[in-house]
């Protein structure tokens, strides 16, 4: 009884603190003429982020695994906002194979790319491997989105001044780069770890296109109920119902996303972490350099970027 009722009370708490908390962005800037590419955007905070943008006039470009899900996810933003510049291009983050087929499908349709908002995220429970050798939830997490970015920022140098936004959580605290591959991780410290990398990466990023017109920032949505959290047996669905009633639904977790896509407020402000649309303070982790660069390295040669690749990004910026 009492176990029951300091449940109550924490989610109560929970319910009482996101909805005192929860920022929404209230800038009213126009996206017509801006291209944007919203990963995960076939449901959850991805589909609110890419719905809100699409309502400015952006012109979108939808990616995510199922072209089910996409190809829905684009008929159901077109009929809401009669934005008909929105689009889908199939990409698996599972797949470094995909992520660079995406890229050439994208710079074959498009010559800039004004707003890169890497939002797909997973939680997964076994530590099965990618065709890539690579743990699924490090590929999707941090590793996909990793090389996604820095294949496309030729296009977001076109575009600048541009932006790269990149979704974490507050679990980037318990993270670690120790180990990341190795697979002796359980699944919740392993999310962890890919969260501290979204951190990590974007600070680096950020140092490495410092005077290029690309901002690159991270941030945390908060406890929002979507389809991380979906399953199929009965306890799963009810721990979904009580995290839908107490948790910020997918349109208020995306708010801090599409604050950081928008905001003049932002113009300048690189490297930094947000949370609730204002800048916030990351784990003393994520602001170890020397971390940084060892994970850029060890990313680097996990994705096997290629010498050309890293020439097409960073030989005007570093030498």
């Keep these: 009884m009492w176990f029951l009722l300091w449940i109550i009370i924490v989610l109560l708490s929970i ?9 929404r962005c ?8 801006k291209v944007v590419v919203v990963t995960g955007a076939s449901g959850g905070i991805g589909f609110e982020t890419a719905l809100e943008l699409a309502r400015r006039g952006a012109k979108l470009i939808i990616a995510c695994r199922s072209h ?17 510049r929105i689009r889908f291009i199939h990409l698996d983050l599972t797949s470094l194979k995909s992520v660079r087929k995406f890229v050439e499908e994208l710079k074959a349709t498009e010559v800039k790319l004004d707003v890169l908002i ?12 990618t065709e890539d050798g690579i743990l699924k939830d490090l590929q999707i997490n941090y590793l996909g989105p990793y090389l996604l ?5 030729p296009m977001l140098k076109n575009a600048a001044p541009s932006r790269v936004v ?13 180990d990341l591959n190795s697979g002796k991780h359980g699944y919740i410290q392993s999310y962890a770890n890919t969260k501290l990398c979204n951190v990590l990466f974007s600070k680096e990023l950020a140092r490495r296109l410092e005077g290029t017109g690309i901002e690159v920032n991270s941030l945390n949505p908060g406890q929002v109920n979507t389809s991380l959290y979906r399953s199929s047996t009965v306890l799963e669905k009810i721990r979904s119902l009580l995290l839908y009633s107490f948790f910020k639904t997918p349109e208020e977790g995306a708010q801090t996303s599409i604050y950081l896509a928008v905001s003049h407020e932002c113009d300048q402000i690189s490297g930094e972490y947000f949370e609730d649309c204002r800048l916030s303070k990351a ?18 040669e996990l994705v096997k970027l290629t010498p050309d690749e890293m020439d097409a990004c960073f030989s005007k910026v570093i030498s």
């Design 166 to 178: 990149v979704v974490s959580s507050s679990w980037h605290k318990f993270g670690t780069i120790e």
């Design 26 to 33: 209230y800038i009213d800037t126009v996206m017509s003429g």
């Design 68 to 84: 089910e899900k996409g190809e829905r996810a684009v008929r159901k933003i077109v009929k809401i906002t009669k934005n008909k």
């Design 149 to 153: 970015t820095v294949l496309l920022v």
């Design 118 to 129: 890497n939002n797909a995220g997973a939680i997964c429970t076994t530590r099965d491997r």
């Design 283 to 300: 784990s003393y982790k994520a602001h170890d350099e020397e971390a940084a660069a060892k994970l850029w390295s060890i990313s680097q």
């Design 15 to 23: 319910k009482i603190f996101n909805k005192l908390s929860t920022g």
